[in-house]
Structure formats: C-alpha cells, structure tokens
C-alpha cells in the first residue's frame, strides 16, 4: 500500500496562490497515477486534475485550467498542486488520491486516499 499525506493548505485571499504537496510512503509514488480532488461543505467530491506515473498525461477539470498546475517529482515522491488566482468557490478540503491506472476523472479508479488539507478563499 502507498500512504499519502497532504501538506500545504492554509487561508488565503482571493486572487491569491497556494502550492499544496502530496508526499508519498509506503510504496513509490512513481508507480500511481495521482490525482487531486476537492470537497466543500455540503457538496460531493469533485475531480480538479490527475497526472500520469511519467507525467506524460495530465488532465484538469475546466473550473480551474489556466489557474491550477499539477506536477511530480518521482525522486522526492511527491506530487504538487500550484493554485494560482483562487477563488472562494475554491474553498474545499483537497484529497490527493493514487491509482494504479492510467489517470482519470473519475474517483473510483483510485485505490489510495490522503486524509486532506483544507483550503478556505476569502472574498
């Protein structure tokens, strides 16, 4: 099994940037795809962006393209999310989450779940 721990959310304005981190153990992160999801109060999880084991294949959920960039970095295994002009739609605990597949939107695929960081967007 592979543990996830997720680092790196805080308060922030809006317009504002955030990097969060997902720092693997267990088991190389460089074998999963991961990606990175959110909730907010009241609302199911949703698929924000996913990055193939290479990094050759990255998708994003239309809401943040343009704002939000996923990376890895196999030596340090982890994996980041840099969030830039945050928005207080934003606000949600984020979960970075692991398959073993190619990389997709859709959250059964994934086998292995950090606990989340909240991040909240002020107005």
């Known amino acids: 099994q592979v543990q996830l721990v997720e680092s790196g959310g805080g308060l922030v304005q809006a317009g504002g940037s955030l990097r969060l981190s997902c720092a693997a153990s267990g088991r190389t992160l460089s074998n999963y795809a991961t990606g990175w999801f959110r909730q907010a109060p009241g609302k199911e999880r949703e698929f924000v962006t996913t990055?193939?084991?290479?990094?050759?294949?990255?998708l994003y959920a239309d809401s943040v393209k343009g704002r939000f960039t996923i990376s890895r970095d196999n030596a340090k295994n982890t994996v980041y999310l840099q969030m830039n002009s945050l928005k207080p739609e934003d606000t949600a605990v984020y979960y970075c989450?692991?398959?073993?597949?190619?990389?997709?939107?859709?959250?059964?695929?994934?086998?292995?779940w950090g606990q989340g960081t909240q991040v909240t967007v002020s107005s």
């Open positions: 989450a692991a398959s073993m597949g190619r990389g997709s939107s859709w959250i059964a695929e994934y086998e292995f």
């Open positions: 990055i193939s084991w290479s990094g050759g294949n990255i």
